[in-house]
């Protein structure tokens, strides 16, 4: 089956604009996940989307938003672009029955890159 | 306050000999516990998990320890071999819909 796809793959922006990321889960997987990863700092989960409700969040500031749509679908939005945003945005989807245990599986990520 | 720890970011090992990858964590409320894999420009792949009710997992050449007491558990990979070189992610969670909390990983090098 199709794996987790993440669109754009690459991304330059500047400061100030703001920019929005796609990623389509795997078929049948309601939940999906976002994390950042920059260097040196591993992944930190952003937040998590289950049947179009965010069901958990992790410790970022309001600039960084998401939906999800009814195909589970999601959308992260970062706003007001900063330096430190530069990272890879992963996402992930699982079945989303319970998260903490459930296998994640990882799209390969947008490269965010912001001058 | 890292609650996942990877002390170490880099390890070369041989091939065919044992590499041992290491993690610590801080929260005992977590009991369930995952290593990922990742290859450059790919995301990361799940590779073995472990629940607190165990203190080993083994899928054919990964094994994982976990030891409670020491809130301490690492990942063996027997024999080593050139494809396993990537960066490994240690992982952490608890019960419930709660994330998964990662550590910031270790790159493993497996010299031919």
């Known amino acids: 089956k199709a794996g987790v796809t993440q669109t754009p793959r690459y991304l330059i922006k500047t400061r100030g604009q703001q920019v929005t990321l796609s990623c389509s889960p795997i078929?049948?997987?309601?939940?999906v996940s976002w994390y950042q990863q920059t260097p040196g700092q591993g992944l930190q989960f952003l937040f998590e989307?289950?049947?179009?409700?965010?069901?958990n969040k992790g410790n970022f500031p309001g600039r960084f938003s998401g939906r999800q749509f009814s195909n589970s679908r999601s959308e992260m939005n970062v706003s007001t672009l900063e330096l430190g945003d530069s990272a890879l945005y992963l996402c992930?989807?699982?079945?989303?029955?319970?998260?903490?245990?459930?296998?994640?599986?990882f799209g390969p990520g947008t490269r965010l890159t912001v001058l | 306050d890292q609650q996942v720890k990877q002390n170490s970011p880099s390890l070369s090992v041989q091939e065919g000999r044992i590499s041992i990858l290491n993690c610590d964590y801080t929260?005992?409320?977590?009991?369930?516990f995952l290593w990922y894999k990742k290859y450059p420009a790919e995301g990361p792949t799940f590779l073995i998990s472990i629940s607190s009710i165990k203190d080993k997992n083994e899928d054919g050449r990964f094994t994982v320890f976990l030891n409670k007491s020491a809130k301490h558990l690492s990942l063996h990979i027997v024999p080593s071999q050139p494809g396993d070189s990537a960066v490994y992610f240690c992982?952490?969670?608890?019960?419930?819909?709660?994330?998964?909390?990662f550590g910031k990983g270790t790159r493993l090098s497996v010299i031919a």
């Open positions: 992982a952490a969670s608890h019960s419930g819909n709660t994330p998964l909390v």
């Open positions: 989307y289950f049947s179009e409700t965010q069901r």
């Open positions: 929260n005992s409320m977590f009991d369930y």
């Open positions: 078929s049948g997987h309601r939940s």
């Open positions: 992930a989807s699982s079945f989303g029955l319970e998260l903490s245990t459930d296998t994640q599986y």
